[in-house]
């Protein structure tokens, strides 16, 4: 049962990533938790406690102070207070079905409120990342499929691409980091991915220069020696461009032998086994994981 002690602070402290000095801390001053006591008068958090502790540190993990996450808390209460793990009444699955509905009927104002709640519930990148990208996705496979016409995959798109952009331009970004560029490989017109992990990357306080599709392989070459970044990010999400992509890499790395070049999309998981082996040390992945270690790697080669 959700009110029954089951966790002792020692555990508790160990599955959220909080010490239990910062744990005590917070009960005593905002009173956001019910520990029970246990025969010997020890602490036992339940799992409403655990839920509670898990949102919270996901909520300061994407910038916001305690005091804020808790304030945010008691505002939602009426949803996010119940904690239901199954069913959940705002899980990212239904503020995503929700949000679709919405855009497809051109409703842009109760859109708009929705995702400004979502901000209110789940950090940044997981908005970005589990709602406002997967449903970019989610929108462009109607689009192909045909179940929509191209006018409300346009206005859907250019709804969602505006939100994040608007985040991205918001972001700080760190003099001491590395610089980067992201752009679109040859041919390529889908966006997403890029600004996904675009913004994955200001959130970390690169410096970023966006500069998205449409870009010939000349000028791309021409931002590059004007800049003159650490890092060249690349996306393919066609299977068609992924030769012409990879030929690129080749290039750019033969003329700036500095540059480390990361590529990003599912398309190189299908590349045939010789193909994906020269590719591979430049394939990003698609987990936010994956983008960590991969940057984690290449800093390292750097220092």
């Known amino acids: ?58 909520k300061v993990s994407g910038g916001f102070t305690i005091s804020q996450a808790v304030s945010l808390l008691e505002t939602e209460s009426s949803t996010v207070g119940t904690f239901e793990e199954e069913g959940e009444v705002d899980s990212p699955q239904k503020i995503r079905d ?19 709640h979502a901000f209110s519930l789940y950090s940044v990148e997981k908005v970005v990342i589990d709602i406002l990208g997967s449903l970019l996705v989610t929108v462009g496979d109607m689009w192909e499929k045909g179940q929509i016409t191209s006018a409300h995959e346009h206005y859907t798109t250019q709804v969602l ?10 972001l700080p970004s760190n003099g001491l980091l590395p610089k980067a560029i992201a752009v679109c490989g ?4 889908h966006e997403v991915g890029l600004l996904v992990f675009t913004l994955f990357l200001r959130r970390k306080g690169f410096e970023v220069i966006y500069l998205g599709s449409s870009i010939e392989d000349k000028d791309v070459e021409l931002i590059v020696k004007e800049v003159d970044p650490t890092f060249l990010f690349m996306s393919c999400t066609m299977m068609e461009n992924a030769e012409k992509t990879l030929n690129l890499t080749n290039q750019m790395i033969k003329k700036f032998p500095h540059l480390k070049v990361g590529l990003g999309g599912y398309v ?8 994906k082996g020269q590719a591979q040390p430049f394939i990003l992945g698609n987990t936010k994981e994956e983008w960590n270690s991969w940057l984690t790697k290449k800093l390292a080669e750097i220092d």
């Open 98 to 116: 929700e949000l679709l509905t919405m855009l497809l009927s051109f409703e842009e104002g109760k859109a708009q409120d929705l995702i400004n």
């Open 268 to 275: 190189f998981d299908g590349l045939d086994s010789k193909r």
């Open 161 to 170: 691409k505006t939100r994040i952009s608007m985040i991205f331009y918001s």
């Open 186 to 189: 040859p041919n390529e017109t």
């Open 1 to 58: 049962m959700a009110h029954e002690g089951k966790y002792n602070i020692k555990a508790i402290s160990n599955m959220v990533g909080i010490q239990p000095g910062t744990l005590r801390a917070w009960e005593r001053r905002y009173q956001i938790l019910n520990p029970v006591r246990n025969d010997s008068g020890h602490r036992l958090y339940t799992e409403e406690d655990l839920r509670k502790l898990k949102w919270l540190t996901e």
